[in-house]
């Protein structure tokens, strides 16, 4: 069974640093394009980080180059996304999710930006 | 990066309506596009991907369809279950890009 669980929101001071994980299952890792999507509250869906191809590329939204990092452990099957000098338009859920194939999207982690 | 453009952001319909939501594309993305509803409280369920093919297990009140970098979502007969959000996202290039979405409502 397919799983995927995000886990490291919280709330943080505008300028800190958080790394978000996400442990799955099911599958592997590297077969493919894993995702981080995020929402703010009562608004859209906006796609952030995420690996590609064979040779497991990262890319990234233009609101978050430079300040947020997509890495993966093969080993733990987990995704992580470090996210560092976080303002308050960060604030939102984020949410993991596999692309390829089937979809499947983890349940979020709420990370909040403010002082 | 390619921009999506989604239309319109909220729509009041009935059940048994038909509705028609467009995205438009910032240059070419062949027919790369997926639609996405998400209910309240929910994680997003994939209806449709490369513009017009129906996802495993969706029913086929839903369809899709592309015009050059136009592209739209049509439920023929609105259910009870359709009311909730609907977004494209491109699949053509990184970084991908939804739409602003599309708020279905009674």
């Known amino acids: 069974e397919v799983q995927l669980l995000a886990s490291g929101g919280d709330l943080v001071q505008p300028g800190g640093s958080l790394r978000l994980s996400c442990i799955t299952s099911?599958?592997?890792?590297?077969?493919?394009?894993m995702t981080w999507v995020r929402q703010a509250p009562g608004k859209g869906l906006e796609w952030v980080s995420g690996?590609?191809?064979?040779?497991?590329?990262?890319h990234y939204s233009d609101s978050v180059k430079g300040r947020f990092i997509i890495s993966r452990d093969n080993s733990k099957n987990t995704v992580y996304l470090q996210m560092n000098s976080l303002r308050a338009d960060d604030t939102a859920v984020y949410y993991c999710?596999?692309?390829?194939?089937?979809?499947?999207w983890g349940q979020g982690t709420m990370v909040s930006v403010s002082s | 990066a390619i921009q999506m453009t989604q239309s319109p952001s909220s729509l009041s319909a009935s059940v048994g309506d038909r509705i028609t939501i467009t995205c438009r594309a910032s240059?070419?993305?062949?027919?790369?596009l997926d639609w996405y509803r998400q209910k309240p409280g929910k994680t997003p369920e994939l209806l449709i991907y490369?513009?017009?093919t129906l996802h495993s297990g969706v029913p086929p009140r839903f369809s899709g369809s592309a015009f050059a970098t136009e592209f739209n979502l049509t439920i023929s007969s609105l259910q009870p279950d359709d009311f909730a959000s609907y977004y494209c996202?491109?699949?053509?290039?990184?970084?991908?890009?939804f739409g602003q979405g599309t708020r279905v409502h009674i």
């Open positions: 099911g599958f592997t890792l590297t077969d493919y394009a």
């Open positions: 490369a513009a017009s």
């Open positions: 690996f590609s191809g064979p040779e497991q590329s990262t």
């Open positions: 999710a596999r692309f390829g194939g089937q979809p499947y």
């Open positions: 996202l491109q699949t053509y290039a990184f970084p991908r890009a």
């Open positions: 240059q070419y993305i062949r027919h790369d």
